[in-house]
């Protein structure tokens, strides 16, 4: 298993990698939408929970969790997600909107999968969103042979 030490190192990396999208006090206000995680759109005042987040890779070809809640509402969220993926090069396989909604996404360019797990916040309005991106299957499973009796 991972120490806290070493996740807390990834997370850093990966957080510095994204330093250039962050906005100053001397910015102008954030647009409506942003992009956090290469690759990846970002919705709007998002905060990363770094304790739940653990990242291998970098660019565009980074795998692991991205956990973050965020200030918009869950049909928000995954109205954004909708609309933006695609304008990142990722594709929509399915959708479920539900108090729990599940989005999926597959980039051909990068052979990835991301699916996206969005929760229902609680009556202070914060969105729950759990990204989980791993490498796309290349070939179709096969069956396990079958044991001989």
């Not at 987040?53 to 997600?81: C, H, M, P, Q």
């Not at 909107?97 to 996206?116: G, N, Y």
Request: glycine share 6%; aromatic share 8%.
């Amino acid at each position: 298993m991972i120490s806290d030490r070493i996740a807390a190192v990834i997370v850093a990396g990966f957080l510095g990698a994204c330093a250039a999208n962050q906005v100053t006090s001397d910015s102008p206000a954030p647009p409506p939408l942003t992009m956090a995680a290469k690759g990846i759109a970002m919705p709007a005042g998002y905060k990363l929970d770094a304790d739940r987040t653990l990242i291998f890779g970098n660019d565009e070809n980074w795998t692991g969790r991205l956990a973050y809640s965020a200030k918009a509402s869950a049909d928000e969220v995954f109205d954004f997600l909708h609309r933006e993926m695609p304008n990142f090069g990722w594709v929509e396989l399915s959708a479920m909107r539900s108090d729990a909604s599940l989005m999926t996404f597959v980039s051909e360019a990068t052979a990835r999968v991301a699916t996206f797990h969005i929760a229902r916040g609680s009556m202070l309005g914060s969105t729950t969103v759990d990204l989980v991106i791993g490498p796309k299957e290349t070939a179709p499973a096969r069956p396990a042979p079958r044991a001989l009796r």
